[in-house]
């Protein structure tokens, strides 16, 4: 692509809108399918099978509040998905290099978490945001508690959260002409971000920076190993292995510290100091790489996270602009509505009736998020079909020189036009709007040129 192009390559407010309208469609859904289980019907069956008494009964409930939260983010998933609102993603190989990557990254995730604690905690307190899954003296002896807490962090939130922040937010922002790195960025920030209206109300401040580093590091460890597989399974099953150790550390914990029992703590223990010292040798190893790479200018695959760190547009408000809304509606509401809540708690006397209320009040919010979101993305936004934003476009196929593309293998993977890598599945190269030979095959009047430019 030259230069003049470059400049005046642009995107339009709709086209940055759609994937921030998806994924905020799909957090609403998440927030309101927990809110209506919390109210009406479904609390009312709930309590019949769980009979809500003593805290442990609160704890249970927590667990099967968020199991039917991350079952809503999915349903919605899946019916996007077949309604042709989030596009197909190729199913690639499998590149056993960076699947082994998996717990090596694990290993360097759990490294910067060590030393996040031990930099922040002498700030102040680190009460976390998941207080109320915690098990008690009771719930550690309780086959139920442990079949929905790795059924909540290990299956619910695994499949949900990656299904949002990485198999829809990346390709949808790589299809608009955004770089690789920047969608890897861009889903682990607001990936971060959604965790922290939780950590901000049931948490601390210490923890709420914690949580929001660990998360975003996380982040870019998962979509990392989405980019380079496409496969979606793949950033599931680290996200599972992450939060399983969480919850057995937190089970190890609770054994330690109720019925003095070091037998699992001293195993997590083990288990924690093999990881810290594959971590450590592992980020020591990148940071050498990194070094080496600024003398000779050839990039490690542990830092050379993608091949692509451009930006194709040049409206940088609309893109900030659109994430402000994302921002106040997904974070800063939900913080304030909650603040008013609290307030009108302190002066008056809670009551059932009072509470039902609260429920409402707040799932009437996230009811008019989901109308507003399902009638832009199903009467005013629709999922790009070619690239739009590029002003001066190249001829609409590109030749099959054999100097530029030498095997069928090679056309599959570059565009011939400008060199760059293809987002898999895509109908056309998101960096200079070529339409893709491949993306006709099945038309016999395209077929023809193609086989004319073979010949």
């Known amino acids: 692509m030259d230069k003049d192009q470059a400049v005046n390559s642009k995107i339009t407010i709709r086209d940055i809108l759609y994937p921030f309208a998806i994924l905020l469609l799909m957090l609403s859904i998440f927030d309101l399918s927990a809110n209506l289980a919390n109210s009406g019907i479904l609390l009312a069956l709930i309590q019949g099978i769980i009979v809500i008494s003593t805290e442990d009964d609160i704890t249970i409930l927590n667990l099967v509040l968020n199991i039917i939260a991350q079952i809503g983010a999915t349903a919605i998933f899946l019916f996007l998905y077949r309604s042709q609102k989030i596009e197909v993603e190729e199913k690639k190989a499998i590149p056993a290099p960076y699947l082994a990557l998996i717990p090596i990254l694990f290993s360097m995730l759990e490294a910067i978490s060590f030393v996040l604690v031990i930099?922040?905690?002498?700030?102040?307190?680190?009460?976390?945001?998941?207080?109320?899954?915690?098990?008690?003296?009771?719930?550690?002896?309780?086959?139920?508690?442990?079949?929905?807490?790795?059924?909540a962090l290990c299956v619910g939130a695994a499949i949900s959260e990656e299904l949002i922040f990485r198999r829809s937010l990346i390709p949808m922002l790589e299809r608009r002409g955004i770089g690789s790195f920047w969608a890897l960025l861009i889903s682990s920030l607001f990936f971060s971000i959604i965790h922290m209206p939780a950590d901000i109300i049931q948490g601390t401040l210490i923890w709420t920076l914690m949580h929001f580093a660990g998360t975003f590091i996380g982040g870019l460890a998962m979509g990392y190993i989405y980019l380079r597989t496409r496969q979606i399974r793949w950033p599931i099953l680290l996200h599972a292995f992450i939060n399983g150790i969480g919850g057995i550390s937190a089970i190890a914990q609770g054994f330690y510290e109720y019925y003095q029992e070091f037998y699992l703590l001293s195993i997590v223990t083990i288990w924690s100091i093999i990881a810290l010292t594959i971590g450590f040798a592992a980020l020591s190893y990148s940071f050498i790489q990194f070094i080496q790479r600024r003398v000779d200018q050839n990039p490690p695959e542990w830092i050379k996270i993608v091949t692509d760190t451009g930006i194709q547009f040049n409206k940088f408000k609309i893109f900030f602009g659109i994430s402000f809304i994302f921002l106040l509606l997904e974070a800063i509401l939900p913080v304030v509505l909650n603040q008013v809540f609290e307030f009108i708690e302190s002066t008056i006397t809670v009551s059932q009736e009072y509470l039902l209320l609260k429920t409402i009040i707040i799932s009437l919010y996230h009811i008019i998020i989901v109308i507003l979101l399902f009638y832009l993305v199903y009467r005013q936004l629709s999922p790009l079909k070619e690239a739009n934003w590029v002003e001066k476009k190249y001829p609409e196929y590109y030749s099959l020189d054999k100097s530029i593309v030498t095997t069928i293998e090679r056309m599959q993977n570059f565009c011939g036009e400008c060199g760059?890598?293809?987002?898999?599945?895509?109908?056309?190269?998101?960096?200079?709007?070529?339409?893709?030979?491949?993306?006709?095959?099945?038309?016999?009047k395209d077929g023809d040129k193609m086989q004319d430019t073979l010949s």
């Open 119 to 151: 930099l922040l905690t002498p700030f102040g307190p680190v009460i976390s945001a998941y207080e109320d899954i915690l098990p008690s003296p009771t719930l550690l002896y309780n086959p139920l508690y442990y079949f929905l807490l790795f059924g």
């Open 420 to 444: 760059k890598n293809i987002i898999p599945n895509t109908s056309y190269c998101v960096y200079c709007g070529t339409r893709l030979i491949q993306e006709n095959k099945e038309d016999t």
